[in-house]
Structure formats: structure tokens, C-alpha cells
T-cell receptor, first 113, second 111 residues
Framework: DTAVSQTPKYLVTQMGNDKSIKCEQN?????MYWYKQDSKKFLKIMFS???????INETVPNRFSPKSPDKAHLNLHINSLELGDSAVYFC????????????FGQGTRLTVV | DQQVKQNSPSLSVQEGRISILNCDYT??????FLWYKKYPAEGPTFLIS?????DKNEDGRFTVFLNKSAKHLSLHIVPSQPGDSAVYFC??????????FGTGTSLTVIP
């Protein structure tokens, strides 16, 4: 059983399109995240949701909109895709609390052409 | 503004020897530190962690050391095995709100 699963694994799309990446966790965690890994391999937090409520929204273009229908799902919708959006996007989840680790999905490699 | 830094992008070690991966951080409010291992085309997987109230945590071949005064932590792998070849990310959190990651160190263990 995959703990954190995200789909699709690969996504190739043209500039200007709108796309979504889905994420589901079966760990019973309250907190879910979206991270972006750019070409420099830096893993940067984009959003954090706690029990369906947005708690962290780092400086990302408002073309990126997370949606959490329930605490097991956190989807990422991207409007008007740009070349610079090409990256690997990771979903993660964790328990609430200080001494806790995040569990990551396999990543979605987004290529905008 | 990168709060967690891994200054060595790569490291090569002979099988059986010790691998030492280093990480520095700037935020003195970080209270939990983690190491993740990542293989190509996979997500990072949790390896080992340490609370800020400790200075050492050991799990089998993996030991993490924390030096709070220097804002430095390190991961020791001994003995190193070819299967340890991967990218290792250092991470830190403050109050469990989010995790800040370094840029990773690519470890190659040579048979």
C-alpha cells in the first residue's frame, strides 16, 4: 500500500494550459504539503494544509491553487502554465506535532513546452 | 533565503569506509532535524532524525550529530555500502509547521 500517492508521475503540456496534480495519503495525517524541486534540486515548500485548512502559502504565483476536499487529499491546480513551471512537484504529509517526519509521494515531473 | 544549506553537492566514498555528510542551518528556532534519502525518480524517504535537545542519535549504520552552537549537523554512515548511493537531503523544522530542506548531497559508494 502506497502511503502518499500522487498522479500523474509525468506530465508534459503546452504553455498556457491548465493542469492538475492529485495527491492522496492513507496515513491518517492531518497535515499535507506541496513542495517544488527546481532545476537546482532545491526542495521548496509551496503550500501546507492542516485538516483541510491552508496554514502556509509561500510566495508562489496565484496561478497555483491547492484544493483539499478532505484531509486525505491535497490537489494542486495550475492555470496558464509557463515554461518556468517545469519542475518536479512533491506531495507530502505528516502528523501534527514537533517531532514528526514528512512522508513524500513519488513526485510529478511537469514539463511545459 | 535558504535556511538549511548543504555545501557539498557530491561525495564519493569507498565501500566499507565512513561517509560523512554535512549540513548547516541559520535559524536557531529549529527544533527538529531530519535526513532524507532520495533515489532517482522517487520521492525522498525519511532516514533518521534528531531533536534539538539531543546531540546524537544512532540507528544501525546511521548516526546523526547535532552541534547547536555551531548550527551544524552531520550524518555518518558506517560502513558505507553501494546501496547507500543516493542523494541525501538535510531538513529542519520549527514547531512542526513545515520542513526546510537543503539542496542535497549526492553520495556515491564505490565497490
Amino acid at each position: 500500500d502506497t502511503a502518499v500517492s500522487q498522479t500523474p508521475k509525468y506530465l508534459v503540456t503546452q504553455m498556457g494550459n491548465d493542469k492538475s496534480i492529485k495527491c492522496e495519503q492513507n496515513l491518517g495525517h492531518d497535515t499535507m504539503y506541496w513542495y517544488k524541486q527546481d532545476s537546482k534540486k532545491f526542495l521548496k515548500i509551496m503550500f501546507s494544509y492542516n485538516n483541510k485548512e491552508l496554514i502556509i502559502n509561500e510566495t508562489v504565483p496565484n496561478r497555483f491553487s491547492p484544493k483539499s476536499p478532505d484531509k486525505a487529499h491535497l490537489n494542486l491546480h495550475i492555470n496558464s502554465l509557463e515554461l518556468g513551471d517545469s519542475a518536479v512537484y512533491f506531495c507530502a504529509s505528516s502528523r501534527r506535532g514537533v517531532d514528526t517526519e514528512a512522508f513524500f509521494g513519488q513526485g510529478t515531473r511537469l514539463t511545459v513546452v | 533565503d535558504q535556511q538549511v544549506k548543504q555545501n557539498s553537492p557530491s561525495l564519493s566514498v569507498q565501500e566499507g569506509r565512513i561517509s560523512i555528510l554535512n549540513c548547516d542551518y541559520t535559524n536557531s528556532m529549529f527544533d527538529y532535524f531530519l535526513w532524507y534519502k532520495k533515489y532517482p525518480a522517487e520521492g525522498p524517504t525519511f532516514l533518521i532524525s534528531i531533536s534539538s535537545i539531543k546531540d546524537k542519535n544512532e540507528d544501525g549504520r546511521f548516526t546523526v550529530f547535532l552541534n547547536k552552537s555551531a548550527k551544524h549537523l552531520s550524518l555518518h554512515i558506517v560502513p558505507s555500502q553501494p546501496g547507500d548511493s543516493a542523494v541525501y537531503f538535510c531538513a529542519a523544522s520549527e514547531g512542526g509547521n513545515q520542513f526546510y530542506f537543503g539542496t542535497g548531497t549526492s553520495l556515491t559508494v564505490i565497490p
